[in-house]
Antibody, heavy 119, light 108 residues
Framework: QVQLQESGPGLVTPSQTLSLTCTVS??????????WNWIRQPTGKGLEWIGR???????DYNSFLKSRVTISVDTSRNQFSLRLISVTAADTAVYFC???????????WGQGTMVTVAS | SYVLTQPPSVSVAPGKTARLDCGGD??????VHWYQQKPGRTPEVVIS???DRPSGIPERFYGANSGNTATLTITRVEAEDEADYYC???????????FGGGTRLTVL
């Protein structure tokens, strides 16, 4: 059974960097069949796709965030990570990681982690 | 970039049929995925590739895609179907996943 688990600080200071990690079990982040995605959801609002990474290390990012976001993968730890710089209150949201079976739907999601940007 | 438009809310009585639309320019040329998200829960795919139903999803859920509108239809609606529903497509021109704004289904 594939499971994803987000981890990271729940509170980030404005202008600082948000860093989250998604730990994968039951599958390999090196799999040729999968892309690994980050999605966020502000409280009471809809889903916003942030970006994805695949086994070659290639990435796709939402153009709205592209200048501030980096997604990376650590195959030794079977994890992938999100880094978002220069955060503001608008980045306050629940952040989800999710598995995508190459252009298929996101079939497995982490439980989500709430990140608040505040001083 | 590509835009998906969903009505904010749909209400339906128990036992009736709910139709949730997702509008997009020539969306029929896209593969549409649908997610259900119950309050405080993680989204769950209920329809993939326009009309494929993952195992465990009731047959009451089915999808269609034509012209500029994809539709998720839920027949014999039950109280447990009350949730937010999101459509999703891959926009190959911008290399983005795009979500619709979501529709809150209320079971009266």
């Amino acid at each position: 059974q594939v499971q994803l688990q987000e981890s990271g600080p729940g509170l980030v200071t404005p202008s600082q960097t948000l860093s989250l990690t998604c730990t994968v079990s039951g599958d390999s982040v090196s799999s040729d069949n999968d892309y690994w995605n980050w999605i966020r959801q502000p409280t009471g609002k809809g889903l916003e796709w942030i970006g994805r990474i695949y086994t070659s290390g290639g990435t796709d990012y939402n153009s709205f965030l592209k200048s501030r976001v980096t997604i990376s993968v650590d195959t030794s730890r079977n994890q992938f990570s999100l880094r978002l710089i220069s955060v503001t209150a608008a980045d306050t949201a629940v952040y989800f990681c999710a598995r995508e079976r190459i252009n298929d739907a996101f079939d497995t999601w982490g439980q989500g982690t709430m990140v608040t940007v505040a001083s | 970039s590509y835009v998906l438009t969903q009505p904010p809310s749909v209400s339906v009585a128990p036992g009736k049929t709910a139709r949730l639309d997702c509008g997009g320019d020539n969306i029929r040329s896209q593969s549409v995925h649908w997610y259900q998200q119950k309050p405080g829960r993680t989204p769950e795919v209920v329809i993939s590739f326009d009309s494929d139903r993952p195992s465990g999803i009731p047959e009451r859920f089915y999808g269609a895609n034509s012209g500029n509108t994809a539709t998720l239809t839920i027949t014999r609606v039950e109280a447990e179907d009350e949730a937010d529903y999101y459509c999703q497509v891959w926009d190959s021109s911008s290399e983005h996943w795009v979500f619709g704004g979501g529709t809150r289904l209320t079971v009266l």
